[in-house]
């Protein structure tokens, strides 16, 4: 028995899932939680709320999870390493199952360099391997890292993420089975952009039959602008934007048609996906751009949402 959350029985069902993403405010306005979610409710089968992204101190994710509760949405709570020892975490995942949470995505975090508290001190006690273990004994074996019993189990279904385009390429897959092995249930790739290069770790995951040892959702982020694909291009670790999506956003002198195009590319990456072996789903991540959504899931065929 797992957590039995809607994500999980959307993908236990063979449905082609569909998550979003909300990143929470930099205050404690609720309210924007709140309009984002509006773009998710009936587009989603359930919501990311990060951790402190790229290392900025924000809303926490169980908080931005609760509401979205309240809102008849479910969350998928980001958890990362970078800011809690093993003490903090098995006590934030009590916590967030005791508020109705039922799916974590584990993560390492971005390092505290990249954000605007670059002389914060990291934790790290567990990397993100060594946490979807722990949440996985946790749940399955109902006890604490230390060997204590959990009279109470958090059901929990357990995501991580997976990034296609890192290097070494080699490594990528062998990751992806050491994750498998400690426990994960579910994964959420980074953005996909080089569908050549994804194709051929796909094709290298299916060789080990990992696709039927987890649930794979490829991840989506539309471009606004040619500037901003080549601005990731040039920054963003771990993420390449082959030169005919730039040159097809650079066509349009027109920011809006370069937004449409980029919406258009996010809809085609869409229809690709569905078309690979081994795909469970996809996971939109419409950066300061969720009023989008809508528009992408039903152009690209994935209304309405199965309600199971």
Sequence with gaps: MKAGSNLEKVLMAGK???TGEVGPPKSVDIEI???????????????????????????SSIAAGKIMLELDLEPVIQMVVRD?????IQSDILGAAALGIKNILCL?????????????????????????????????EKK?????????????????????????????VKRLSKKIKAGVD????????????????????????????????GGVTPLKSARAAKFINNNVSGI???????DRLSKYDDPDEQKAEGINQAVETIEHLQSIEGISGVHIMAIAWESKVPEIVERAGLLPRPEI
């Design 186 to 217: 579910f994964i959420q790739t980074q953005c996909i952009y080089d569908m050549e290069r994804f194709e051929k770790w796909m094709a290298e995951a299916r060789k080990l039959g990992l696709p039927e040892q987890v649930y794979i959702l």
């Design 33 to 59: 939680v709140k309009k984002k979610a509006q773009y998710m409710l009936g587009n989603v089968d359930a919501v990311n709320l990060t951790d402190n992204q790229t290392a900025i101190v924000r809303l």
């Design 240 to 246: 390449t934007i082959p030169k005919e999506i730039i």
């Design 144 to 172: 604490f890292i230390n060997g204590d019993e959990i009279k109470v189990e958090p059901r929990m279904f357990i995501g991580a993420a997976a990034n296609p385009f890192a290097t070494p390429f080699d490594y990528r």
């Design 108 to 140: 390492s975090g971005d390092h505290q360099c990249f954000g605007n508290h670059p002389t914060s001190k990291n934790v790290y006690d567990i990397d993100s391997i060594q946490f979807i273990q722990a949440l996985k004994n946790m749940r399955d």
């Design 16 to 18: 082609f899932a569909v």
């Design 84 to 88: 809690r020892n093993r003490i903090a």
